[in-house]
């Protein structure tokens, strides 16, 4: 990815540097290349064959080139290129371990993945589940209840919502479900079939899905515990209750089974402690509840029970109860503010028990106009499947974009070694004395991440609206005690070219943890602004030294050429 152009101020930005290492040359040699590529953008790996790469590859004039060095064309080619960007391109691709079990990953999930709109009246659609594809999710949901002519339907059960056919959801999965990335698609299902409608679903997922789905267990999984993503490449898993030994006993001799298939795994029976619902939101909350106690125990099908290998779910006990009680390949789902309390409660305990087992997050039932929970502080305990809503805008997305694009965008990001250890962490505590091990820093004091914003160039700006009064927002995601926030000021009427240099300083304690995000905004008054673009990447993804940083819409799309340009320093 090239930049198009730059205006005057990046132009003089970048002119200032090139002077100051071309010491009144048309054209830097590859010593004084190299000479700024360590010094400058801390590249010290960098040898003199980088230089002449660079060279080769972004300088046009022949003569120069034949010569071994760079103009300033050249120059700005290569600091607007890929490599001159903030995020670190080494990690646009799988370059992770892919070997560890499924507990060890941040794994990219949807809430409610059919929705389109809102929870009530908003349509279900197959296209929900195309573009969550394709933005590298990895867990899925469907709801699923007993439809006509004997075909299941996907829906928001007890609202207006929209229904669409669960086979053509099956479908849609696998078409699109290995495009953007091999690793493994889960499947969680919200089931609230008859046991007849189960076996036809049954039918649907084996037919559809032919030998993507994972109907057994792996050989070559350990034993005892989970196997990898690179074992799971290329495969689906069903996520649903699974029938115990003892209930399939009591099935073959005849006996009546008590197992619901709803127990501990419906979504609409957690609890909710708003009492700031809208009334609609109300009555439609209790119209949930007063079908649901009507609904008759459901076992689960057998043939469905077998399709689910390695996630099946059960309720959430407590974490000791887990401990003593719970298979590696069994999972629970837990509502965001229980959740929240366990997390406040017993930071440590929730972080070693989503080493062993995964935990799924979900948002809480008054979110009917499906916002979101901010997803970091349910990955500060290492949750694997923090469900969000994708089809809402705004901050949550923005961080769950940014942890996601790591790793060549693949869905699954592997947890950093903190939240790995054996060690006790608890991210809700202020102070902590691990070495962050992943980052090669050789101190357990606080990381000082120091961003200079330079500058920006081709803000948009509203269709036949005035230019726009831009300021810079440096924002940290990561544990309480390392989030934080700093501003500039505002540059008056000026989208082309706004210049701030502002430097900022943020103390980081558990950086391998934390999402930088840089977000432009117009100051509207005093106290107001509003959102014109954002970038959000990992810290551990931070490129030092003088970078561009590119800029995306609201709804995660390139505002290309808009974009940032800042000095990025760390130690």
Same mark, same amino acid.
């Given at each position: ?135 590298? %999710? ?5 709801? %699923? ?264 965008? %693949? ?161």
């Amino acid at each position: 990815m090239m930049k198009s152009w730059s205006p005057a101020s990046r132009r003089e930005d970048l002119q200032k540097l090139f002077q100051g290492y071309a010491s009144g040359r048309p054209a830097l040699p590859a010593r004084a290349l190299l000479r700024f590529l360590h010094q400058e953008q801390m590249e010290l790996e960098a040898t003199e064959e980088t230089a002449e790469r660079l060279i080769g590859t972004y300088e046009v004039e022949e003569a120069a080139r034949g010569s071994g060095s760079m103009t300033f064309d050249g120059f700005l080619r290569y600091m607007e290129s890929r490599e001159g960007c903030v995020f670190n391109r080494a990690h646009a691709c799988v370059y992770q371990d892919m070997e560890q079990p499924l507990s060890s990953y941040f794994i990219s999930s949807s809430h409610n993945t059919y929705l389109t709109g809102d929870q009530l009246v908003g349509e279900s659609h197959l296209d929900a589940y195309v573009y969550a594809l394709r933005k590298g %999710c990895r867990c899925l949901e469907i709801d %699923c209840w007993d439809g006509p002519d004997m075909e299941p339907v996907v829906y928001h059960g007890y609202t207006l919502t929209t229904k669409i056919r669960f086979r053509d959801v099956v479908a849609t999965v696998e078409q699109h479900a290995f495009q953007t990335s091999a690793y493994p698609v889960i499947l969680s299902l919200e089931n609230h079939c008859s046991e007849e409608q189960q076996e036809v679903m049954a039918q649907h997922l084996i037919s559809i899905l032919g030998n993507k789905l994972l109907s057994a267990p792996l050989p070559q999984a350990a034993a005892g515990g989970l196997p990898s993503p690179n074992d799971l490449k290329y495969k689906v898993l069903i996520k649903n209750k699974k029938l115990k030994p003892q209930i399939r006993a009591e099935e073959a001799a005849g006996t009546e089974a008590e197992e619901s298939v709803n127990e501990g795994e419906d979504e609409d029976e957690e609890e909710d402690d708003d009492a700031d619902h809208d009334k609609t939101t109300a009555k439609c909350c209790l119209l949930k509840k007063s079908e649901s106690k009507k609904r008759r125990k459901v076992q689960v099908a057998p043939v469905l029970s077998d399709l689910v290998i390695y996630t099946s779910s059960v309720k959430f006990v407590s974490f000791s109860h887990a401990k003593q009680h719970q298979s590696h390949c069994e999972n629970s789902s837990v509502a965001e503010k229980k959740a929240r309390r366990l997390l406040r409660a017993s930071g440590a305990d929730f972080v070693q028990h989503n080493q062993r087992f995964l935990s799924r997050i979900y948002p809480a039932g008054s979110r009917t106009s499906s916002s979101n929970y901010n997803p970091q502080e349910f990955w500060n305990v290492g949750a694997q499947l923090v469900a969000l809503n994708f089809q809402s805008l705004g901050l949550p997305m923005d961080l769950n974009h940014g942890r996601f694009q790591d790793n060549g965008g %693949c869905g699954y990001v592997l947890k950093p070694p903190v939240l790995r250890s054996s060690r006790s962490f608890d991210p809700g505590c202020s102070k902590h004395s691990h070495k962050p091990t992943n980052l090669l820093l050789k101190t357990t004091c606080p990381l000082c991440l120091c961003p200079k914003v330079i500058s920006a160039s081709n803000l948009p700006v509203p269709r036949g609206g005035k230019a726009l009064d831009p300021l810079v927002r440096v924002e940290i995601h990561g544990t309480a005690s390392d989030s934080q926030r700093r501003s500039t000021h505002a540059v008056k009427s000026n989208s082309l070219s706004p210049h701030w240099d502002v430097n900022m300083d943020f103390s980081l304690r558990v950086p391998e943890l934390s999402l930088v995000r840089f977000c432009v905004r117009d100051q509207t008054g005093l106290f107001s602004s509003d959102f014109v673009g954002q970038y959000t990447l990992p810290f551990s993804s931070l490129k030092k030294g003088y970078r561009w940083v590119p800029l995306l819409s609201r709804d995660g799309c390139s505002l290309d050429p808009a974009s940032l340009f800042v000095f990025v320093w760390h130690s």
